[in-house]
């Protein structure tokens, strides 16, 4: 566990306006460790920093004290709150091999889940009821395989993501990181709050951020760079065009990690996002065997859950007639109506069931659509 003093030299290093991550590498190279930062002599900094740069860690950020002091207690008030260091030998090699590995990061939970192997697993905060369903049944079954899932414990897909891993986990697979935008004590969004506290009894929470760091937009496309370099790779289930999922995307490509996306309708504005990488070159998936062969894994437990026949053995005729002829893109009911010659009172009443079964949803403009794949 860190001493006081090195944690308190820690923090005013990278809590210090002006002085970026880039600087405190430079710092640290020159002195070795954070605390002898500030047993050199001011005029030893200007090898390293700009005259500014040395004028503002002269003294101590705003508040330092107070931070030092919360900070600390955090620490000290639960087993499960660490922090893990650049020089730390169990720091995530995979991490260290990025442009950008933060130099310090905030830990709740089981800090030995960053020795695992892992992927990444985002997507839209506001998907399609299927993009929901896709992106918790690949992450039960990729944590069956062995990978633990890496999100941002967004709205939507990363929710999705987490709480998948979470049910695999309950069956002897792998876990779930959650990487924040936020300080640890600022979960967001708050009704992710019951997630975040299954995360923490069972997987692992993560930010680079100090304590008390509020929501702050720029934040967040900043974190998804320890998203990608915690991860094997990359997989984007539904994203729009300027999706903050395909930044995520991006600095796996560019740290060298696998992308994988799955396609979705040519009409859907959240497919739109996953095809431009897969013209791009990432994977194609279809399957969770799609990503487990492109990273050399072996399938173990892993099987995505669908709408076989057999799952489907429960439902009646009418209602697996109705599937069939929906397909998988978007319907209305007069559509489904015409298509099948069906009395629309009748189908109207098949879809409700098929709706409560949880075999399709209800979209906006009184669209229906299958959840689950054939």
């Known amino acids: 566990m860190l001493a006081r003093d090195e944690l308190a030299a820690w923090l005013r290093l990278l809590e210090t306006p002006g002085i970026g991550l ?12 954070a605390q002898a930062i500030f047993d050199l002599p001011g005029d030893a900094w200007a090898a390293a920093l700009s005259s500014a740069q040395c004028e503002s860690l002269a003294r101590p950020p705003a508040n330092f004290d ?46 030995e889940l960053l020795g695992d192997a892992a992927l990444a697993v985002v997507g839209s905060r506001n998907p399609t009821a299927q993009g929901r369903d896709n992106a918790a049944q690949f992450a039960h079954a990729l944590s069956r395989a062995g990978l633990s899932i890496v999100s941002g414990l967004a709205l939507g897909i990363d929710g999705a993501a987490h709480q998948g891993a979470l049910d695999g986990e309950r069956e002897g697979g ?14 967001y969004p708050r009704r992710h709050l019951k997630l975040s506290q299954e995360i923490i009894a069972r997987g692992l929470l993560i930010s680079e951020y100090s304590l008390g760091t509020p929501v702050l ?22 994203a729009a065009l300027k999706s903050g999922s395909l930044i995520t995307a991006r600095l796996a490509s560019e740290a060298g990690r696998e992308v994988f996306a799955i396609p979705g309708s040519i009409h ?13 070159g990432a994977k ?25 026949a057999s799952a489907q053995a429960h439902l009646s ?10 397909g998988f893109e978007p319907v209305s009911l007069d559509g489904l109506a015409q298509r099948g010659g069906w009395p629309v009172a009748d189908l109207s009443g098949l879809l409700l069931e098929l709706e409560l079964n949880g075999e399709i949803a ?12 054939a």
């Not at 955090?74 to 893990?84: G, Q, R």
């Open 22 to 33: 880039e600087s405190a590498r430079r710092l640290l190279a020159l002195t070795g460790s």
């Open 317 to 326: 005729r009418e209602q697996t007639q109705v599937l069939n002829l929906m």
């Open 66 to 111: 107070d931070l030092l002091t919360q900070t600390w207690d955090w620490l000290n008030a639960d087993p499960a709150h660490d922090i893990l260091l650049l020089g730390d030998a169990d720091y995530p090699a995979a991490l260290l091999q990025t442009a950008d590995p933060p130099l310090l990061l905030y830990l709740h939970g089981k800090r």
């Open 268 to 280: 859907s504005p959240l497919s739109q996002g996953c095809h431009a990488l897969i013209r791009q």
């Open 174 to 187: 792998a876990s779930t990181i959650a990487v924040l935008g936020t300080g640890l004590d600022q979960i």
């Open 284 to 308: 194609l998936v279809e399957r969770v065997e799609d990503v487990l062969e492109e990273l050399k894994m072996p399938p173990g437990a892993a099987r995505a859950e669908s709408g076989s």
């Open 362 to 373: 209800r979209l906006a403009g009184q669209l229906f659509q299958r959840r689950k794949c």
């Open 217 to 238: 937009p720029p934040n967040f496309p900043r974190r998804n760079r320890i998203i990608a370099g915690l991860s094997l790779g990359c997989l984007v289930v539904e």
